[in-house]
């Protein structure tokens, strides 16, 4: 008969089963912001995490799990809406379904062998959490060859395959499969195509930001997409993404920068677009807008 017992977190609890000479753990209670599942209980190793062990938590934003770990059962981790980062060994694991599912959150599954201030191990750690968040790619889970030319060609490939998918493909499906909410929000054909080309921002986004190893011709895409995506554009959804969903985080305005999204003919209306919000965000582009343009300034002095 399993032995079930419970260990003391700072803030809660992890419950668990010791089966002959493994522990499985089976739930976690309590308030905990980050949570290091030890890799021994009772002297056995921590083999699993069971079913549901983390469902729907609330206030945990990262998890360690120890090398001993083989199995993670089905929505072990599902709907814990602020989990933004999980460490755990990069090794062959039994891997059940919907582990992470809406966790929406979620930008970092790290090796906890890796050296984190290596920019690849970081750049395959946010791209390994972005098959289940972006890429819908369970067959790319993979944590053994994660990082392998051969697993980046596939991710880049899936993710071409959303890049090029028509923004209204999929529209008039969801609304057979939904005609209680007819007339919402959602069912409107211009809302639900805005919401892919956010999709589609984000994706590009992401993979520029964590570039190992990828393709040049592929980086011009993506970079060609968000900029027809910016403000003072036909539609703004690159600008969108960032002041709605990164409005104080300043990674992402020099990174707008960088591919040059930020341009004297739209300055003024993202200055409009930004109001009294964002104040430091604000401040940093006027004062690169302020640099750039002294220097247009001065060479035009010299055209003269």
């Avoid at 072990?76 to 980062?85: E, G, H």
């Avoid at 993710?159 to 493909?169: F, I, N, S, V, Y």
Wanted: hydrophobic share 35%.
């Amino acid at each position: 008969m399993d032995k079930r017992g419970e260990l003391s977190t700072e803030h809660g609890a992890l419950a668990y089963e010791r089966n002959e000479d493994e522990i499985r753990i089976t739930g976690y209670r309590g308030k905990d912001t980050e949570v290091a599942v030890p890799g021994t209980i009772e002297g056995c190793p921590v083999t699993c995490i069971g079913k549901k062990a983390f469902l729907s938590n609330k206030m945990v934003k990262q998890v360690s799990l120890p090398e001993s770990v083989v199995q993670i059962e089905d929505w072990a981790f599902a709907f814990c809406s602020k989990l933004a980062k999980i460490m755990l060994p990069y090794h062959g694991m039994e891997i059940g379904q919907g582990i992470f599912k809406d966790c929406t959150a979620l930008v970092q599954i790290i090796d906890e062998h890796g050296d984190e201030q290596d920019t690849k191990t970081e750049d395959i750690s946010y791209l390994l959490a972005a098959v289940m968040s972006r890429l819908d790619a369970f067959y790319l889970f993979d944590f053994e060859n994660a990082g392998t030319a051969e697993w980046l060609a596939k991710w880049d490939a899936r993710m071409g395959q959303l890049m090029a998918t028509p923004d209204a493909e999929g529209f008039s499906k969801m609304l057979l499969c939904g005609e209680e909410d007819y007339g919402s929000l959602e069912n409107n054909l211009d809302y639900y195509i805005e919401q892919r080309r956010r999709e589609k921002v984000r994706l590009a986004m992401l993979r520029l930001m964590h570039d190992y190893a990828l393709n040049q011709s592929v980086k011009s895409m993506l970079r060609e997409y968000l900029l027809s995506h910016c403000k003072g554009q036909e539609t703004e959804e690159t600008w969108l993404v960032i002041l709605e969903e990164h409005g104080d985080d300043l990674c992402y305005y020099q990174f707008l920068t960088e591919i040059g999204g930020v341009r004297e003919d739209n300055f003024q209306a993202m200055m409009e677009d930004m109001g009294d919000r964002h104040t430091e965000m604000k401040a940093w582009l006027m004062n690169y807008h302020s640099r750039n343009h002294t220097k247009e300034d001065v060479f035009a002095d010299f055209e003269l």
